[in-house]
């Protein structure tokens, strides 16, 4: 089978229940913790209204949302159904990020690892322009990228296994760029679950942006941010974990 006949997204879908199988909450709280101290030295006071877009099943936020007053938006309704399990005082909203308006204004704005998802300029863009437009004045974007077209090394093979009660997950995970000529990378995911019915093997496939530094940095100027970075060492990763801030000028 070729790869681009693997169906999209399915992790988000029908698959959401492996999600905090294979990424539990617990596994965040050390990335949360850069969150916060980002947060705090660019003056969030504590009960500030924060809004996450991308916000998934809500993991990195459930470690922040103790403090901040916190709204998410995602496309999947799957996601937010967890989300909401996790964090009952969260308030979620459906939408995508690259057009949702919620008609109000947060002290801060996140984007994690959902920023991933957006493959070309000009959906970056107009992220951008809902983080803005969401923003107080001289609120903050905070923002994760995966990966940089300058240090981005594929292709790269990930195993894991998992545990949740009797349900056993193995996952394998490949990240490849099949053209380096344009801003998307290909991650291929294999779930081999075992539960009280046996063994099944599932595939999913996601495409992810790749972008250079020079571009986040010409957009984040375009939609009106002064850009930072903070870099942290995060356990388990090979490279320093990177945060974009952007400033609303
Ligand atoms: C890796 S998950 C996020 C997990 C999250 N960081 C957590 O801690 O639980 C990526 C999420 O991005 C969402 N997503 C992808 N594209 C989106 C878009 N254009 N607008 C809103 N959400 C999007 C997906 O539905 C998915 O829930």
């Not at 988000?12 to 850069?34: K, N, Q, R, S």
């Not at 009960?47 to 459930?62: F, M």
């Amino acid at each position: 089978m070729r790869s681009d006949a693997i169906p999209q997204g399915r992790l988000y879908a029908e698959l959401a229940h492996l999600m905090p199988v294979i990424t539990p909450p617990g596994d965040y709280a050390e990335e949360a913790a850069f969150w916060r101290t980002v947060l705090r030295d660019s003056a969030v006071p504590p009960g500030a209204g924060v809004l996450e877009l991308g916000v998934g099943a809500g993991h990195n936020l459930s470690h922040l949302a103790g403090e901040f007053r916190a709204t998410g938006v995602d496309l999947s309704e799957a996601m937010l159904e967890l989300c909401r399990a996790l964090n009952p005082g969260v308030e979620l909203h459906r939408g995508d990020m690259r057009r949702v308006r919620l008609g109000r204004r947060f002290a801060a704005v996140l984007i994690h690892d959902a920023v991933s998802y957006l493959t070309t300029e000009d959906d970056l863009a107009r992220t951008l322009e809902t983080a803005a437009a969401h923003l107080e004045p001289g609120g903050v974007l905070v923002v994760a990228p995966e990966h940089f077209t300058e240090t981005f090394r594929g292709p790269a093979l990930e195993t894991s296994a998992h545990q949740r009660g009797p349900l056993r997950v193995h996952y394998v995970e490949y990240t490849h760029d099949p053209d380096p000529g344009d801003t998307s990378i290909e991650v291929l995911m294999t779930f081999i679950v075992t539960d009280g019915e046996g063994t099944r093997v599932e595939l999913d496939r996601h495409v992810l942006g790749l972008f250079p530094r020079a571009a986040w940095a010409r957009l984040f100027a375009r939609a009106g941010f002064r850009l930072e970075t903070r870099a942290f060492p995060l356990a388990g990763l090979d490279r320093p974990y990177e945060l974009l801030l952007g400033i609303l000028e």
